[in-house]
């Protein structure tokens, strides 16, 4: 059984996006980030992933999607607009089954600093939702 872990970031892919980003994350008060999840996977600004992520990446067990808010599939975003939720999130699903809330943007706030953090409350919540995660290492689809 293959499970999918979306991570699905407050941000859109697109240029104008980036820029709006970019906008967000240099207007934002000390305490606030406009996206968690890019700060878990892009240290904030950069535009390519921390070895660090990397690495965390690898040992999560499942095939990772790591998306832009204008690059998810109808499915999801249907799926965040039903359950009311905010970008960023980590979504899940195994074979079979339904997509899956594993984290909020508030989830993900203490994780950029802490990969081994997000990996245990990652862990944690896939096997409360029943999504298996492999042993195995895995690569990740962008």
């Known amino acids: 059984m293959s499970s999918i872990i979306y991570i699905i970031y407050n941000a859109d892919g ?7 980003y970019a906008y967000r994350k240099l207007t934002a008060g000390s305490k606030e980030s406009p ?11 950069n535009l390519t992933e921390t070895k660090e ?3 965390t990446r690898a040992q999560i067990g499942a095939d990772v ?3 832009h ?16 939720l905010r970008y960023p999130l980590v979504l899940g ?3 079979g089954q339904e997509l899956q809330q594993l984290m909020s ?12 953090k997000f990996l245990e409350l990652l862990r944690e919540r896939t096997a409360e939702k029943n ?6 290492s895995s690569a990740a689809k962008i």
């Open 14 to 20: 697109s240029m104008r996006g980036k820029i709006g």
């Open 35 to 45: 996206c968690s999840a890019c700060d878990l996977t892009h240290a904030g600004l």
């Open 105 to 116: 943007g508030e989830d993900l706030i203490g994780c950029p600093k802490d990969h081994k």
């Open 131 to 136: 999504i298996p995660l492999s042993e195995e």
């Open 53 to 55: 992520w990397t690495s």
């Open 65 to 67: 999607k790591q998306l």
């Open 69 to 84: 808010r204008d690059e998810i599939d109808d499915e999801v975003k249907n799926y965040v607009k039903t359950n009311n």
């Open 93 to 95: 699903r195994a074979d």
